[in-house]
Each structure stands twice: as C-alpha cells, then as structure tokens.
C-alpha cells in the first residue's frame, strides 16, 4: 500500500509540474491565439510585460547568458574590436568595470518600462557615450545595428537551444517590438533590413529579418584580427588567470561552445573537444529535464531581480550580481558568503567591499556611469535626449499599419 501512495503522489506531482510548467506561455500566448488578435496589435506596454515574464520568472539563466554571448561577440567585429583597443578600455585593468556598465545599462534598458525615467537615462548614457564615436567614424550605424540584432538573436538562440522549452510566436514579438523600439531610440536606422522602405508586419517579422541580416554581416564582416584575439585574452583568458593554463583552455572551449564558426574564427578562440562537447551537452540536457518534469515554475515571490528595484540611502542603484570585480556591490553577508560569491573566490574574485572605494559599493547612477574620462560628462546631452524622449511619447503599437519609418532628422541628432 505504501509503495501506492508513493506512486499517486509521484504522478500526480509530475502531473502538476506539467500543467504549471506551461501555463504561464499557454498565458502570454492567449490574447493573440486561433486569431483573436494579429501580432501586428501587440502594444509595447504588453512586450515589455512579457521580456518581465522572460526574464524574471521563464528564462533568467538564458537571458542573462544571452546578454553575456552577445558582448562577447560584439568583440568579433573588427571595427568595434579596434575601437575598445583604441579607446584603453580593453585591457585587464579596465576591462572589468567596462563589462560590468555596459551590462548594468542593458538591464536597464530591458527591464524598465520605455516611459520611465530609469530606461530614458539608460538609453540617453548609451547614446552619449556612442555619440563621438559615432560621429568620428569609429562606429559605423552597421555596427550597432549588429549588436543590437546579436541581442536579440541570442535571446532566442540561447532560449530555444538550452531552455525547457522553445519560444512562442507571441513571445518572439514581443522580443522583436522590443528591440525595434530600443533601436529607434538609439538611433539606430534600419534601412539595410530588406522590408525597410515598406514596412514589417509585426514584432515577429520584424525580428526575423533583423536575425537573418545580423548573420548576414557577421559572416561579410567577421575576420580574425589581433585586437579580436586581444579582446578574449582580456575577457576570457585574464577570469582564470590565477588558475592553471589548463583551466584557461578548458573555459576558451567552453566559451567557444555558444559560438559558431564565424565567431569562434573571429575571436581566435578554439572549438570545444570531444569531450567538453559531450559533457556539456550533458550538462544542459539533464538541467532541460529537470526543469521540465520536475520543477515547479518560478513564482512571482521568488522573481529574479535583474536590477535593484529601488535605490539605496545614497540615492544610488547596487549591483547584487558581483564577478570577479564586484563593482557597484554593496558589502552584505549574502553577497560575501552566498554560495557562489564564494565560488567565485576560489578563483581568485575580489570580496565585496575590499580595497575600500575601488569597486564603488556605494552604487552606480546612471546619469555618470561609464568610463572613468565620461564620469559626470554629457549631463546636458543626457538631459536634452531624455526631454525629447518625453515629449515624444510612446508609440502604442509599433506595427499597426506600419508603412514606413522615416528616421528624420538623425544626421542632425547625432
């Protein structure tokens, strides 16, 4: 009898987790299912609802790994590889904290509202801190346009290969009215994307077409270079530098797993071995089964904070995902003692709160961050961008009867 109970009660667990597991998508998917409502109506209120969704609650490991892949990648094109040359933030002193603002003003651009103050000043920072370089050449409009269509293919690279579950046609909308949006207000121009002088039919195609040309350019543009084989060095190598050279080659396979071949030839960086293919494949498909047949879904109690929701008694935003540079991560008993803050420092991390101010734990502001030359510069330019963006509004929905987009005046704003 016992061994029974334990049967029902295992069934009828599994058959919980089954119908948990979906519900959520099954969700996000309804208002637009058996033509209710086409793609081309999806407001951007209802897209940023679902990247939340994504990112806090479905897929926050692939979201963040999908944010990882892509600045790594953006390293492979020669241009911009040569610019963090140039500019001496691509170095191992440097480096750390350029990672780290540069992912900070991603996840504010992601996971605040288009209307909010926060993702304004993120956006008109980034702006800024393109501005001259986009103006003297350094960074060309195909450039961003890449970075900005690698964001949005590794999110569904990453989700569909390595997840519990592929992405919906109503979700990939949404990822795509996202980034149309984000790319419009970074002012970046569409125009080589092939349904540009018409216009796309929803977030959906839109995505499609910016995914088919991001890969497109890689492949035209992607050569391996000194200053790309630079760029791993510092990013990749310089993580396991107190570690043996074993180790080192172990993680450029590891790293060079969630690249194709344009890529890894790009970065210089070597294809995984037999075995690290396997025992990674391994890896993700015992994680994609547990999570599948035998996790609860995330609740909303336990959402994952991509960013600290409210600021701290200085007026300032922490940072609670430390690395090996805890930048911006305020001194506490979970960031120093958390299991893997104290992984990390098995490979030589830095403790939250050593070297006193060095690694800013009282906070970030997203008026200043950036490189140390740009702290607490561009405050007027910020502040223009951000006065334009209000007056502007949001575009409720993006590609209810999108014809064309005319970029006016963009010479002028730059």
Same mark, same amino acid.
């Given at each position: 009898?016992?061994?029974?109970?334990?049967?029902?009660?295992?069934?009828?667990?599994?058959?919980?987790?089954?119908?948990?597991?979906?519900?959520?998508?099954?969700?996000?998917?309804?208002?637009?299912?058996?033509?209710?409502?086409?793609?081309?109506?999806?407001?951007?209120?209802?897209?940023?609802?679902?990247?939340?969704?994504?990112?806090?609650?479905?897929?926050?490991?692939?979201?963040?790994?999908?944010?990882?892949?892509?600045?790594?990648?953006?390293?492979?094109?020669?241009?911009?590889?040569?610019?963090?040359?140039?500019?001496?933030?691509?170095?191992?002193?440097?480096?750390?904290?350029?990672?780290?603002?540069?992912?900070?003003?991603?996840?504010?651009?992601?996971?605040?509202?288009?209307?909010?103050?926060?993702?304004?000043?993120?956006?008109?920072?980034?702006?800024?801190?393109?501005?001259?370089?986009?103006?003297?050449?350094?960074?060309?409009?195909?450039?961003?346009?890449?970075?900005?269509?690698?964001?949005?293919?590794?999110?569904?690279?990453?989700?569909?290969?390595?997840?519990?579950?592929?992405?919906?046609?109503?979700?990939?909308?949404?990822?795509?009215?996202?980034? /149309? =949006?984000?790319?419009?207000?970074?002012?970046? #121009?569409?125009?080589?994307?092939?349904? @540009?002088?018409?216009? !796309?039919?929803? +977030?959906?195609?839109?995505?499609?077409?910016?995914?088919?040309?991001?890969?497109?350019?890689?492949?035209?543009?992607?050569?391996?270079?000194?200053?790309?084989?630079?760029?791993?060095?510092?990013?990749?190598?310089?993580?396991?530098?107190?570690?043996?050279?074993?180790?080192?080659?172990?993680?450029?396979?590891?790293?060079?797993?969630?690249?194709?071949?344009?890529?890894?030839?790009?970065?210089?960086?070597?294809?995984?071995?037999?075995?690290?293919?396997?025992?990674?494949?391994?890896?993700?498909?015992?994680?994609?089964?547990?999570?599948?047949?035998?996790?609860?879904?995330?609740?909303?109690?336990?959402?994952?904070?991509?960013?600290?929701?409210?600021?701290?008694?200085?007026?300032? /935003? =922490?940072?609670?995902?430390?690395?090996?540079? #805890?930048?911006?991560?305020?001194?506490? @008993?979970?960031?120093? !003692?958390?299991? +893997?803050?104290?992984?990390?420092?098995?490979?030589?991390?830095?403790?939250?709160?050593?070297?006193?101010?060095?690694?800013?734990?009282?906070?970030?502001?997203?008026?200043?961050?950036?490189?140390?030359?740009?702290?607490?510069?561009?405050?007027?330019?910020?502040?223009?961008?951000?006065?334009?963006?209000?007056?502007?509004?949001?575009?409720?929905?993006?590609?209810?009867?999108?014809?064309?987009?005319?970029?006016?005046?963009?010479?002028?704003?730059?």
């Amino acid at each position: 009898m016992k061994h029974y109970v334990f049967v029902g009660v295992a069934v009828a667990y599994l058959a919980l987790v089954r119908w948990l597991r979906y519900k959520r998508a099954n969700r996000i998917a309804s208002p637009f299912a058996e033509g209710r409502r086409p793609l081309s109506s999806m407001t951007t209120q209802e897209a940023f609802g679902i990247m939340t969704q994504l990112q806090s609650l479905e897929f926050p490991y692939a979201m963040n790994k999908a944010r990882s892949v892509s600045l790594l990648k953006a390293g492979g094109i020669p241009t911009m590889s040569k610019l963090f040359a140039v500019t001496g933030q691509n170095n191992v002193r440097n480096a750390g904290r350029r990672a780290v603002d540069t992912e900070i003003l991603l996840r504010e651009s992601q996971t605040q509202p288009r209307d909010s103050e926060r993702y304004m000043d993120a956006v008109a920072r980034m702006n800024y801190l393109h501005a001259r370089y986009r103006k003297a050449g350094k960074i060309l409009d195909m450039d961003l346009l890449h970075t900005l269509g690698d964001g949005a293919l590794e999110i569904l690279h990453v989700i569909d290969n390595e997840e519990w579950r592929k992405l919906n046609n109503v979700e990939k909308c949404a990822v795509g009215v996202f980034h /149309y =949006n984000l790319g419009e207000d970074l002012k970046i #121009p569409f125009t080589p994307l092939k349904s @540009f002088e018409l216009g !796309w039919q929803d +977030g959906l195609h839109f995505i499609t077409e910016l995914i088919e040309w991001t890969k497109r350019y890689e492949k035209e543009v992607a050569r391996p270079t000194a200053t790309g084989d630079l760029y791993v060095r510092v990013y990749v190598d310089s993580a396991a530098k107190n570690m043996s050279k074993g180790v080192t080659a172990l993680l450029r396979q590891v790293v060079g797993s969630d690249l194709d071949d344009t890529m890894r030839t790009s970065l210089c960086i070597e294809a995984p071995g037999p075995f690290v293919s396997v025992l990674l494949s391994t890896i993700r498909n015992t994680r994609k089964m547990l999570l599948r047949y035998l996790m609860l879904p995330r609740p909303k109690l336990f959402a994952y904070q991509s960013v600290a929701s409210t600021p701290n008694s200085e007026g300032l /935003y =922490n940072f609670s995902h430390g690395g090996f540079q #805890p930048w911006y991560v305020q001194p506490g @008993f979970w960031s120093i !003692w958390s299991p +893997g803050a104290v992984f990390l420092r098995m490979f030589g991390a830095r403790k939250p709160g050593s070297k006193g101010n060095k690694y800013k734990p009282t906070g970030y502001d997203l008026k200043t961050i950036g490189p140390p030359p740009q702290e607490g510069k561009g405050l007027e330019d910020m502040r223009a961008t951000v006065e334009f963006m209000k007056g502007r509004g949001v575009d409720d929905r993006p590609f209810a009867g999108i014809k064309h987009r005319e970029f006016i005046g963009l010479q002028e704003q730059r």
